[in-house]
DNA sequence: TGTACATCAGTGAACGCGCGTTCACTGATGTAC
DNA sequence: TGTACATCAGTGAACGCGCGTTCACTGATGTAC
């Protein structure tokens, strides 16, 4: 790491140790000083980079929206090889990122911020959220077009159930635990869904 | 209501003074001491009743469950009219639940309790649990035995459908909004699964 | 019915704590000459 | 290359706040006689 001026880089600094914070004790266990202090620096030193407390989470969450996006849109591949194999890519993809950001996925989807209030916030998580729908909006293209949902209904379906599985089944829910891997409960979710779009061969 | 000893029945006050907070600020914003503001009451006399913050909002997730529990196995009613029609009332049941019981809700799956720690409530979230998977049971009888996924895996797979459209397309999600209905979503969605399973006819 | 007593729900004051935020400052770094 | 100066990232002390929790207490209620 580069030391520049006094710390060398603070901002990614306090950025990260938020994310660590986050990660082990949600977003609302997370604390401006502990995040200070993680960084080796005094609380105050925080606000030469941020406007407050608010402001470095949304700083987390933002981040955590471009790599959402970036991941979901190289899985999507432009919809290659096949509208089908890109599709279910995006939701092994939105898995992934739950799994392997799970800092960013808390800042991002529990962390109960105010998109609208975060102007930076909006547009990221609107692109990420373009990403699925245009996955989505894909694939319908093969169904005959009257029997098509909306690519947009047909998309929130899959985020929902991503959302829920990440929720209640790979967080390790104290006290309490899945039968299923939550890899594996998306996947076949996935394409029992799909099967009943008839985008999938009816039989197993 | 009747005035008992004193304030007459301050549990139950607490716990829905707690309620309402909880519906407005999360479970993370609930407080004890605006739990006993709320009920006119001061801080320390909680402490007659529970033996702390956590204990409160852990009966406050008890009663939750109890009464999510009993809404549950009402809409499944033993399977009838049908195991399909039962199947899909629990659906329609989970999300009234999530709507007209806002804070209860969050405190059972928001508020990331420890159901171990907590031994009145691992039972009775257990209980909800069953009756969920007991639907899916019945329904899953409806198919071949060689191509009916365990019951397990088909309720959790409608759990998480029904806790992702929850969370992100109930909530007043603040600076985004839904362009559904989330009950439409829900039901839509079930329906798409359903006929992937082959418990529907495949058209629409 | 009346009185003396026991119970115990709720009080009020106090505690230590960590929080987010502010402010005047200092001293390391970058730059102009 | 050396010096004087400007910048500004981070310091350290302080603040007011609300939190959860404790404790000795008080006084309304219930009960025994």
Redesign the pocket.
Known sequence: MK?????????Q?LVEAALELIAAQGPTG????????AA?????????????????LAEVARQGYEIFAALMEFAFNNGKPSALAAFEATGRAYLAFARKYPGHYMAMFEAGLNLSAHPDLAPVAQKARDVLERAADHLSQHLPADKRPPARMFSAHIWALSHGVVELFMRGAPGQKSPFAPEDLLETGIGIYLRGLGLLPPDR
Chains 1, 2 share one sequence.
């Open positions: 030391r520049g001026y006094h710390h060398g880089n603070l901002r600094a997370f604390t401006l000083s502990e995040a200070a202090k080796d620096v005094t609380p105050a030193a925080v606000y030469r980079h941020f406007t407050g407390r608010d402001d470095l």
